[in-house]
Nanobody, 115 residues
Framework: QGQLVESGGGLAQAGGSLRLSCTAS????????MGWYRQAPGKERELVAL???????KYADSVEGRFTISRESAKNTVYLQMDSLRPEDTAVYYC?????????WGQGTLVTVSS
């Protein structure tokens, strides 16, 4: 079973930046995809950014050009660099890991953006 440890959430002002990280541990095998989702109060969880095993990436339209996902494969770690933050980016951000046999979610980290 894999486990995910997230870090980097917190409070930022509009226009500011934060960086999230997520590290997978355990017997996870080859990673098919790893990335970030978010859930704002009263809303459904939505995709933010994913990076696939082959290196391709997918972003939500709302964060394209402001957020950057990257990975450090040797450490089974993905990062989400969030720039030009907006109040509407406020949410709990969840890391997700998908392998052939696993679909694991992190515990979530809160990001709050003040106007």
């Amino acid at each position: 079973q894999g486990q995910l440890v997230e870090s980097g959430g917190g409070l930022a002002q509009a226009g500011g930046s934060l960086r999230l990280s997520c590290t997978a541990s355990g017997d996870i095998g080859r990673i098919n995809a790893m990335g970030w989702y978010r859930q704002a109060p009263g809303k459904e969880r939505e995709l933010v950014a994913l990076i696939f095993g082959g290196g391709s990436m997918k972003y939500a339209d709302s964060v394209e050009g402001r957020f950057t996902i990257s990975r450090e494969s040797a450490k089974n770690t993905v990062y989400l660099q969030m720039d030009s933050l907006r109040p509407e980016d406020t949410a709990v951000y969840y890391c997700r890991l998908v392998t052939l046999n696993l679909n694991v979610w992190g515990q979530g980290t809160l990001v709050t953006v003040s106007s």
